[in-house]
């Protein structure tokens, strides 16, 4: 039997992808949304949200210089 290896867990960095700032710019948008649509609900899913698409922004400000 020949060894196999499993690519679970593995990270692919995501500067490698030629969509990388479309694929960021549409998980900041969401992110954003999701924190909008839940504002009057839940005020730590709000927060989880709205740090992601913090993160998610400077991910994008760090890309573009």
Known sequence: ??????KVGTVTSIASNRNAISLLEHQY????????DMKYADTKLVEFFEQKAEKIQRVLENMMK
């Open 1 to 6: 039997m020949e060894n196999q290896y499993c």
């Open 29 to 36: 948008q969401t992110f954003l949304g999701k924190a909008n």
